[in-house]
């Protein structure tokens, strides 16, 4: 398959809620293909520099906090128009907001524990699946 590559992060409080599988299995249905995945407990300096774009806005040190305090999964992916697709079908960054059986609406409860992150470009795609599994 050659198509585009994006990450995804299972954040604490969907892995917290055992959702892990069912959040990959949508993505495997949808035509998502695994290529690399890890679990891990952020530390406060990784989550600092993953989340740096965001250094200067207000909620910059509740989200450090909040992806610190439990296990999260990155997840390496590909399909065809990777990036917007999984946008699209992951939902608003608000989860209370999200369209019914997107990712957020199912798995989040708010704008902050919101279940996953998506990279929003291709170039922050491939800075970030770098950031978690290198070049």
């Known amino acids: 398959m050659s198509g585009e590559n994006t990450l995804l992060m299972v954040k604490p409080d969907a892995v917290a809620k055992n959702a892990i599988g069912d959040i990959l299995q949508r993505l495997e249905v949808e035509g998502f293909v695994i290529r690399q995945m890890r679990m891990n407990h952020l530390t406060r300096e990784q989550a600092e520099a993953f989340y740096e774009v965001h250094k200067e806005r207000p909620f910059y040190g509740e989200l450090v906090d909040f992806m610190t305090s439990g296990r999260s999964v990155q997840v390496a992916l590909e399909r065809e ?3 917007a697709h999984l946008r699209d079908f992951i939902g608003e960054t ?3 907001k999200a ?3 997107t990712i957020r609406a199912e798995f989040g409860t708010d704008i902050q524990c919101n279940a996953v992150h998506a990279s929003d470009s291709n170039e922050n795609a491939a800075k970030e699946i770098a950031f978690y599994f290198g070049d």
């Open 99 to 101: 369209a019914p059986g």
């Open 94 to 96: 608000d989860s209370t």
């Open 81 to 83: 128009n990777a990036v």
